[in-house]
């Protein structure tokens, strides 16, 4: 059993890594095809046959490790690698998972494997977008000059689309940053309950449904203000909430301010990587000091989470182009139901 274990572990790792570097080709060609090969513009991403593939191997890979006796942590790598970044909240669901099948109390059931399984799906994104990293990264020089310039009363500094990108991920981080490290023992004990956990679920699907419904699709990345910023960022802190969703949060508030659903995923998508890498930051401790023989549960879900995570960017981006958030609302409204309905049987 452990060769087959190396074996499929192995091949996940090789099947991320190559169809990382095709996906990227292809959105690199997509790109191409676009006015402005900025990370302010949004390619009109589709699921292409290598994703198609990709999701095969990783459905193969998920029924194997569930054969061979590791159902709980394949299960929590999917959960979270979808419910990162669908609109219906990966911590909602980290949570209801183990209280619906009864896996409380054990390494499953932690706060320190939420947040291993959030480094799986920090991989995802950065690797699917690298490019607009990079761009990023190169960003940085400007942006500090920009805001010494700011500071220092220059305000006819220009920015390029990337600084302006860039320096709006950070104002839009702080709000969250703040409210995290002040809540964040009341986040681990008291709002962890399954009743509240349906309450905001039902109430944010709610709002994404009307906000996406009747708000009109006006703005790109590139028309980004910092009042923006700002309400992006304190609607990711409401993500502190477990039920809020951080990409619902974050894609509501988008849509409010009338950017165009594209828009609304990808800066939410962006926003999304200092706050995560953050959190793993401050739980690597924990994470390194988790017993030997739970290395290989911690791996699996890291894994699957990650390869999961990927496709679910590939699959909103395209899938919100054509058809909108609606779907993901009436999901949440359901499980805020069901939910409920266990609660109150139990």
Sequence with gaps: ??????????????????????????RERTMQDTSSPTVSSVPNTSFRPTMAIFAAVTVIACVVLALLGYVQPVVMGIVQGLGEFLPISSSAHLILVPWFFGWQGGIIDSLTFDVALHLGTLVALLGYFRRDWLALLRAVPGTCVWVAGYIGGDRVTKRTPEEHILSSIILATIPGAVIGVLLEKMAERALRAPLLIAVTLAVMGVLLYAVDRWRAQLKPIALISWRDSLLIGFAQACALIPGVSRSGGTITMGRWLTFDRQAAARFSFLLSAPITGAAVLVKLPDILRIPTSEIDVFLIGVLISGAVGALAIGFLLDYVRRAGFGIFAGYRILLGLVVLLVYFMR
Excluded: D, H, P
Aim: proline share 0%; hydrophobic share 50%; net charge positive.
């Design 1 to 26: 059993m452990r060769f087959w274990y190396n074996a499929f572990v192995g091949t996940a790792v090789v099947g991320i890594f190559v169809s990382g570097k095709r996906l990227g080709r292809e």
